[in-house]
């Protein structure tokens, strides 16, 4: 995996990451390579890639997360906290999580890598085991809701 990201960090303009041969051969592997690519994310190597979405050249780790974005499209809102489907100043560019990069780096490359982690782990469990987790996520945002409607009301006061 890593000598066919190696071989993406030449590609001139992150456009065209998807369509390199090295691209297709891991997109080729299917979902078995996404904990693999995910082990990636943290590198902060700066590539030759360019991205015009982010006016800069991109890192190995965010070559990783490309790809992985690639294989299987991510829950943005979920793993990034944000959600934008009129990203405008990134038109033309298949690679929808770009335009998340900065969200993501701001926010850690680590914290991100590990929301991503759980989320692949949560693909694997059965609809009864996925039930159970979205009840208990319910549960538990109902709770920091009250306790912030609570703080909210002492503090005025």
């Known amino acids: 995996m890593d000598s066919l990201l190696e071989k993406i960090t030449e590609t001139e303009n992150s456009k065209g990451i998807l369509k390199t041969t090295q691209a297709e051969k891991i997109i080729s592997y299917g979902e078995s390579s996404l904990p693999i690519l995910s082990d990636f994310f943290t590198d902060s190597t700066e590539t030759k890639v360019y991205s015009e979405c982010q006016s800069r050249n991109l890192t190995k780790g965010e070559l990783a ?3 992985a974005d690639g294989i299987n499209r991510m829950p943005y809102m979920k793993l990034t906290g944000m959600q934008n489907c009129l990203s405008t100043f990134c038109e033309n560019n298949p690679n929808l999580i770009e335009y998340y990069l900065n969200v993501i780096n701001r ?3 680590s914290n991100f890598q590990s929301k991503y982690k759980d989320w692949l782990a949560y693909l ?5 085991e996925k ?3 979205e009840r208990k996520s319910n ?3 109902r709770i ?4 912030f409607r609570r703080t909210q009301k002492n503090n005025s006061r």
């Open 131 to 133: 039930r159970k987790v």
């Open 139 to 141: 549960k538990e945002f």
């Open 144 to 147: 920091q809701r009250r306790n």
């Open 124 to 128: 694997k469990l059965s609809d009864k």
């Open 107 to 109: 926010d850690g490359l």
């Open 65 to 67: 997360i490309i790809m």
